[in-house]
């Protein structure tokens, strides 16, 4: 995918064809995590950095002994206040228990029946969930599930990539960013895995 990914990119913007180059290879791939798994990894880290998040999801794991990721009826069983104590915030400890029951009412679909979904049918489905928003879903979208086209205009370090690749002092507004994305269909997930590389640059 990204071979195909990254020449359909550079013959479309040169720009971003330098910062390719720059770059190297393309280092996106997807983790097999179930989308409740997924869903729950992406609460912890809202808001955060990746240390910090890491740091509270590990505490929140640990709760579970024996266990690599706890099941949704074990988040449900679980009193907040013991979430509470290993690090999450009061919206976040709603948002993991609503997590969990959506997935057990089948809400949250199970990894393989959102396969057959259209990212716009995910999208719908998921942000019915309380603290899942669009920017949440298209992670999952993006890195479990592997979706080639996907474009993260609200998220910030995308947005601040695209600043620094081409020389803007202001960043995007997300509707700009849309607009200008149109040229690297269908490949905007590598795209925007190349606009977070430029904030390392």
Known sequence: MSVIAIGHLSRADRILAELIKRVGPCGLKPKPRTPFQALIRSVAYQQLNGTAAATILARVIALYPGKRFPRPEDILATPDNKLRAAGLSRSKTAAMKDIAAKTIEGVVPGTREIKKLSNEEIVERLTTVRGVGPWTV???????????????????????????TYGRTELPSPKELLVWGEKWRPHRSVAAWYLWRALDQ
Not at 142 to 158: H, K, N, Q, W
């Open 138 to 164: 298209e992670m999952l979208l993006i890195f479990t599930l592997g979706r080639a086209d996907v474009l993260p205009i609200t998220d910030y370090g995308v947005r601040k990539g695209f600043a620094l």
